[in-house]
T-cell receptor, first 115, second 112 residues
Framework: NAGVTQTPKFQVLKTGQSMTLQCAQD?????MYWYRQDPGMGLRLIYY???????DKGEVPNGYNVSRLNKREFSLRLESAAPSQTSVYFC??????????????FGSGTRLTVV | DAKTTQPTSMDCAEGRAANLPCNHS???????VYWYRQIHSQGPQYIIH???NNETNEMASLIITEDRKSSTLILPHATLRDTAVYYC?????????????FGTGTRLQVFP
């Protein structure tokens, strides 16, 4: 099925370890996004990419880096994980050239625990 | 950025209409109102969106006031599977760099 695929689904890291969350979409969307969701909270935007080769900071970018590898893939990297980064991470994509056509498509999330 | 205000929680009896209000008094003329829902900890699911006119699809109806400062999402016949957190969002930003900024949403509980 067309959509947004995130890997891994679950991950446990030790403080100070690094890892990369992967996201890929097959809908030919220009824009991609990374959000985090803490328990009982709404989603907060970490970084977004309006097109291949461009990235911009969102609401909570500190401690993260991103790479828009190509039009399909947008990765999120934690260089030195901290317990405060324990969260569920969602990737999304959209076609902002046609806002009248609909919204974002979200992946199923990566549940990250930093101990 | 245009912000939205929603009640924290609502209840609805199964089979009845669920009316979820949203206030977005600072919305700009070209900004769309979007509704998403999130069931348990799944990824948010798109429901409906609108600019000025009322909209209806297979999932819900969206009623936007004439001054566009508020809207209501209507689930015409709520089922237990509609229990979720519902987010009202204004899609902000210029062409090609827009983004969705989520609030805390309304937790809808549908009861038998």
């Amino acid at each position: 099925n067309a959509g947004v695929t995130q890997t891994p689904k679950f991950q446990v890291l030790k403080t100070g370890q690094s890892m990369t969350l992967q996201c890929a979409q097959d809908m030919n969307h220009n824009s991609m996004y990374w959000y985090r969701q803490d328990p009982g909270m709404g989603l907060r935007l970490i970084y977004y990419s309006a097109s291949e080769g461009t990235t911009d900071k969102g609401e909570v970018p500190n401690g993260y880096n991103v790479s828009r590898l190509n039009k399909r893939e947008f990765s999120l990297r934690l260089e030195s994980a901290a317990p405060s980064q324990t969260s569920v991470y969602f990737c999304a994509s959209s076609d902002p050239t046609m806002p009248s056509r609909g919204g974002y498509t979200f992946g199923s999330g990566t549940r990250l625990t930093v101990v | 950025d245009a912000k939205t205000t929603q009640p924290t929680s609502m209840d609805c009896a199964e089979g009845r209409a669920a009316n979820l209000p949203c206030n977005h008094s600072t919305i700009s003329g070209n900004e769309y109102v979007y509704w998403y829902r999130q069931i348990h900890s799944q990824g948010p699911q798109y429901i409906i969106h609108g600019l000025k006119n009322n909209e209806t699809n297979e999932m819900a109806s969206l009623i936007i006031t004439e001054d566009r400062k508020s809207s209501t999402l209507i689930l015409p016949h709520a089922t237990l599977r509609d229990t979720a957190v519902y987010y009202c969002i204004v899609r902000v930003g210029p062409y090609n760099t827009d983004k969705l900024i989520f609030g805390t949403g309304t937790r809808l509980q549908v009861f038998p």
